[in-house]
């Protein structure tokens, strides 16, 4: 399986960006795709995951801000980001998981600053 992300970026905080990440190749059927983040400094965490069932799971500091949707059809998945604060900055992966399986994309770069 392969991924390509797209989307980051710079913005202000309040801001919105979003990130889509498109699956390729041999994408089983049952599977889980999800954006994780890796800060300077610090190590990677969970941002949100959702599975092909459309369950959804955030981490804490993203509830209520941060939206991932995912199209079947086109193996792809997004983050929609509401209200960036500048703690949101880091280098987001897009994370492909189906049992035992797991892929990862090459990161893209978010920056809230003002």
């Known amino acids: 399986v392969q991924l390509q992300a797209s989307g980051g970026g710079l913005v202000q905080p309040g801001g919105s960006l979003g990130l889509s990440c498109a699956a390729s190749?041999?994408?089983?059927?049952?599977?889980?795709m999800g954006w994780y983040r890796r800060a300077p400094g610090k190590q990677r965490e969970l941002v949100a995951t959702?599975?092909?069932?459309?369950?959804?799971n955030y981490a804490d500091s993203v509830k209520g801000r941060f939206t991932i949707s995912r199209d079947n059809a086109k193996n792809t998945v997004y983050l929609q980001m509401n209200s960036l604060k500048p703690e949101d900055t880091a280098v987001y992966y897009c994370?492909?998981?189906?049992?035992?399986?797991?892929?990862w994309g090459q990161g893209t770069q978010v920056t809230v600053s003002s």
């Open positions: 994370n492909f998981k189906a049992t035992p399986y797991d892929y």
């Open positions: 190749g041999n994408v089983f059927s049952n599977n889980v």
């Open positions: 959702i599975t092909n069932r459309i369950r959804t």
